[in-house]
């Protein structure tokens, strides 16, 4: 549309297609372009890409919906870099934001006013190879909950998970994404045989780079 763009959704790899909730949908307004973005890695011997990509849409539904994208901007801009050192074993890195007050930030293409109280309908969590753990977790009035958690985090297997109940956020409640990685000697990738040596690794789209992002798809409450 005429505003600043948003998210339809996102694909990883290991991921799988799947329907929005029921009654639930992103809009998007006549005339405006889809914009796909696809990171490859050019290993010898790839071949081309075969990618197709399908739409299930509808005329209306009961609510409006909106993926948004949670991260730290300032590891993105490299403001506040995501450092994660050359040898060290666990290294974590966190960041905590009014999602309500920020709907600003995060959603510029919604609408909806900072404050307006949300239901959270679904969560992920994107990081590269040397993520081992992550998790979203909200904290306020309604005490401390767990969005999602994956003790065990698989480059090669990774997506959306949708929430049994909805979970309800308004202004006030702080919601957290914290990711760990290995950038241990023992964790490093295989090239040609040979097992790589640490380095320092920060936020990048490169599949050696690092990142620690988030994505929650909501309607307003």
């Known amino acids: 549309g005429g505003g600043r763009p948003g998210w339809l959704g996102a694909w990883v790899p290991g991921g799988s297609g799947g329907a929005l909730p029921e009654g639930t949908g992103v809009r998007i307004e006549p005339g405006s372009k889809l914009v796909v ?35 730290n901007p300032m590891w993105v801009t490299g403001g506040e870099p995501m450092r994660i050192p050359a040898g060290e074993a666990e290294v974590r890195h966190a960041f905590s934001v009014d999602l309500s007050a920020a709907l600003p930030l995060f959603a510029p293409s919604s609408g909806l006013p900072a404050g307006q109280s949300l239901l959270l309908h679904a969560v ?48 006030g409640d702080e919601l957290t994404i914290e990711c760990a990685w290995d950038n241990s000697p023992a964790h490093q990738p295989i090239v040609d045989g040979v097992r790589q040596p640490p380095r320092e690794v920060l936020w990048g789209e490169g599949t050696g780079d690092e990142m620690c992002i988030g994505t929650v798809l909501v309607t307003a409450d």
């Open 124 to 171: 992920g969590l994107h990081m590269h190879t040397l993520g081992v753990s992550g998790s979203i977790t909200i904290a306020g009035a309604a005490g401390d909950r767990c969005a999602l958690a994956i003790p065990r985090w698989d480059f090669g297997w990774q997506g959306n998970y949708l929430l049994r109940e909805p979970m309800r956020v308004v202004a």
């Open 37 to 71: 973005q696809v990171h490859y890695h050019t290993i010898p011997g790839a071949g081309p890409d075969r990618s197709t990509l399908a739409l299930r849409t509808a005329g209306a539904v009961d609510h409006e919906a909106f993926m948004l994208p949670v991260t």
